[in-house]
């Protein structure tokens, strides 16, 4: 069946850098797009960056353009959320996304937690 696990979440001070990784399985990773969506204690889950499936095209939120990049290696199915100059508000628990035939697919989340 379809997984998705997310690593590389933790506690980071404001300005820092973190790389979130998601390994997909159980499907033909190359052949599918992939997105990272976050969701903020008391609020509602937010999209936050997609590629397509050969990274071709790219695209972010407002909120997160110019700091956060995705990435992808089909070789080795997984897609990477590369986050840099990190603010509080990027406080979140970030999920990885796929659709496959109109059914979304998530994984179970990594916290991210931006403090001082």
């Known amino acids: 069946q379809v997984q998705l696990v997310e690593s590389g979440g933790g506690l980071v001070q404001p300005g820092g850098s973190l790389r979130l990784s998601c390994a997909a399985s159980?499907?033909?990773?190359?052949?599918?797009?992939m997105s990272w969506y976050r969701q903020a204690p008391g609020k509602e889950r937010e999209f936050v960056a997609a590629m397509t499936l050969a990274g071709g095209f790219t695209t972010y939120a407002d909120s997160v353009k110019g700091r956060f990049t995705i990435s992808r290696d089909n070789a080795k199915n997984t897609v990477f959320l590369q986050m840099n100059s990190l603010k509080p508000e990027d406080t979140a628990t970030y999920y990885c996304?796929?659709?496959?035939?109109?059914?979304?697919?998530w994984g179970q989340g990594t916290q991210v937690t931006v403090s001082s």
């Open positions: 159980g499907f033909t990773f190359s052949r599918y797009a």
């Open positions: 996304k796929t659709t496959l035939a109109r059914v979304e697919h």
